[in-house]
């Protein structure tokens, strides 16, 4: 593996990065990745107007467990004012955050409605003027995710990397698909490639990452700095683990087995359980299950029977008898 990743003055014990996922990154998601070894972890998208207004629900989604830093706390909009003024007034004082990522590259429509997320590609001069003053006053490294760009015939990445990083952005992650293409189609690593040649600050390919041979062809074909993993770990966090391995030229990849994943899958049960009350814990670990037992002998009957499940020693019944009938 080429030389550790740093962001401004942060260094990373690997160049594997965890994406931030709305719904998904959560403190106890962050925990288990972590476990597997990964470089840096960031938060769940955090609105700053919600900040500045002190929304009870937004500062719950900055809840951060020491043990999983270093941490990059992920904001979005497009007010350069509040932005500046919440990372002053609040980010700045917690030290549990080590670095402030801004989100440039969410395609949901309730975001891009309101000129956040992937909508400021449309408007490079927005963009630099937001990193410009939260660089102003941050105390903390600050990196932006953004797209290839807005779509197939807007592709702007080049010219909008150099925009932030002269506004003094200290890492780049680009995802290679437009905002049109959602997560749809291939992602494009030319587009990657073309950003690392242009720019002078460390560079996270983001985009298709589903085996570790994925990490080490994004690495070729872009030269990037550092990998990032969004939708290949959901179900997977081995991927993690045999993805650091593979960069690192070690050939012991380890091969993921049922037992392997319902045992997980219970682990992540009982995490849950202690952050969020147990119905709501169950509930939510219905999308992970589905992501766990994918692909898995008879998953989609297992699958729905926990969607009708409330209580988490009902969860842990059904898992129980599945993984003891699954070689019968």
Known sequence: ?????????????????????????????RTICKSFGIGLVYTEMISAKGLYYKDVKTEQLMKINEN??????????????????????YINKREDIDIIDINMGCPAPKIVKSGDGCALMKNPQLAGNIVKKIKKV??????????????????NAVEFAKVLESNGADLL????????????????????????????????????????????????????NGVMIGRGILGNPWLIMNTIKLLNNERNIYEVTPKD?????????????????EKIAVLEMRKHAGWYIKGM???????????????ADELFEVLKMYLENYNV
């Not at 941050?138 to 592709?155: A, C, L, Q």
């Not at 030319?190 to 390919?205: A, D, H, L, M």
């Not at 994943?261 to 009350?277: C, D, Q, S």
Request: glycine share 6%; net charge positive.
């Open 138 to 155: 941050s105390n903390k490294p600050i990196s932006v995710k953004f797209r290839s760009g807005w779509d197939g015939n807007n592709i």
């Open 173 to 224: 992650a680009v995802h290679g698909r437009t905002r049109e293409q959602f997560y749809s189609g291939k992602a494009d690593y030319s587009v990657i490639r073309q950003v690392k040649e242009s720019v002078n600050i460390p560079v996270v390919g983001n985009g298709d990452i589903f085996i570790p041979q994925d990490a080490v062809d994004m690495i070729k074909q872009t030269n990037c």
């Open 297 to 311: 002998k008879n998953s989609s009957e297992i699958r729905n029977k926990i969607n009708k499940i409330t209580r």
């Open 261 to 277: 994943k319902i045992e997980m899958l219970v682990r992540h049960v009982k995490m849950l359980k202690e952050e969020l009350n």
């Open 68 to 89: 999983n830093r270093p941490i990059s706390l992920q904001i979005f909009g497009s007010d350069a004012e509040i932005m500046a003024y919440v990372v002053e007034n």
């Open 1 to 29: 593996m080429r030389e550790k990743l740093k962001i401004g003055n942060i260094e990373l014990k690997n160049n594997v990065v965890l994406a931030p996922m709305a719904g998904i990154t959560d403190i106890t998601f």
